[in-house]
């Protein structure tokens, strides 16, 4: 069983950075692949990033470029840079854990990208 708690999130101006923080409990975390994904009103959740036990990353295009994903196993804890925002990336950020067909989430985290 794991454990996630998003934090990081705010209001932030168009053009904007924010730091997404993601905290993991209950063991194992360097053997799981780490994943945030986004929720808008009126829209299914998206995955933007993810990141494998070993390191490896890939993202949306929608967010290539501009957010950056990475982990940091002794904290356990996933990170999600985010830079150059734009008001579409206005959403509930989740955290996400999976391995070998179990899969967990976070509660999220509002970010809102306005002036």
């Known amino acids: 069983q794991v454990q996630l708690v998003e934090s990081g999130g705010g209001l932030v101006p168009p053009g904007g950075s924010l730091r997404l923080s993601c905290a993991a409990s209950g063991g194992g975390f360097s053997l799981y692949t780490m994943g945030w994904y986004r929720q808008a009103p009126g829209r299914q959740r998206e995955v933007l990033a993810t990141i494998t036990s070993g390191g490896s990353t890939n993202y949306v295009d929608s967010v290539k470029g501009r957010f950056t994903i990475s982990r940091g196993n002794a904290k356990n804890t996933v990170y999600l840079e985010m830079n150059s925002v734009k008001p579409e990336d206005t959403a509930v950020y989740y955290c996400?854990?999976?391995?070998?067909?179990?899969?967990?989430w976070g509660q999220g985290t509002q970010v809102t990208v306005a002036s």
């Open positions: 996400n854990a999976g391995r070998l067909g179990s899969v967990y």
